[in-house]
């Protein structure tokens, strides 16, 4: 194998670059003042090797990457306290949102509610899943209640049922995927409300008798919501 030492080659002008139009093969240290060039058929370059500052990484032109979490909140409702005993459904100021990060995202709705009864009232209490997109009017979203046969209530959560005692409270648990139309930069919040027919003496966060000693104790309720990327 034939050997060439020199000190500098250029270009026969004096300033033009020296192409190699075959490529080149360089075994030891190779030190330049710049490279210039897209660097794309560059392999096999051990990490070690790599030294200096190297550039920031920016992962906006990564494709074919999906799924993950995005944004997520929590409500929580530690206040213990009698609900209204009226017909229809109303807030019972338990709810919590987020503004989606990527269009068309799912989002994953899990709550808890603990509440009690006075005992010897009807049962038949529920509670619903509310929905509000941009900042607007709350609307039931229909698809997380059950199913509404003849003139039985629609619930999200069970309301608990009547055990005839004042000391009792129950808590209820559910998720709901709910897929909602909004528009990227707009919030999408989700709140808990309380439905009944009237008459239906309710409490959340406590027992109905609510005496101070340790037998009746206090609770939290709760709503989280997850964004769930496509």
């Not at 794309?40 to 370059?45: C, D, G, I, K, P």
């Not at 609900?83 to 990527?102: E, H, M, Q, R, Y």
């Amino acid at each position: 194998m034939s050997e060439i030492r020199v000190t500098n080659i250029i270009g026969e002008t004096g300033v033009d670059a020296v192409t190699f139009t075959k490529g080149i093969n360089v075994t030891g240290v190779t030190t330049a003042t710049s490279f210039s060039g897209s660097g794309a058929n560059l392999t096999s370059l051990p990490a070690g090797n790599l030294t200096g500052t190297l550039p920031a990484i920016d992962g906006s032109n990564l494709t074919g990457i999906s799924g993950g979490i995005g944004a997520v909140n929590q409500g929580r409702l530690t206040t213990a306290s009698q609900l209204a005993n009226v017909a229809g459904d109303f807030s019972v100021n338990l709810s919590t949102s987020i503004t989606p990060t990527k269009a068309g995202s799912k989002i994953l709705v899990m709550a808890s509610v603990s509440s009690g009864s006075q005992g010897g009232t009807s049962a038949g209490f529920v509670f619903k899943l509310y929905r509000s997109i941009g900042g607007g009017s709350y609307a039931i979203v229909d698809a997380a209640g059950g199913d509404a046969a003849g003139n039985r209530s629609r619930g999200f959560l069970s309301g608990g049922q009547e055990h005839g005692t004042d000391w009792v409270s129950e808590t209820s648990a559910n998720n709901y995927l709910d897929t909602p139309s909004y528009s990227l930069g707009q919030s999408v919040a989700y709140a808990i409300y309380a439905g009944g027919a009237g008459g239906q003496s309710r409490v959340i966060n406590r027992n109905w008798r609510d005496s101070d000693t340790t037998d009746n104790p206090r609770f939290m309720s709760s709503i989280t919501i997850m964004e769930i990327l496509q």
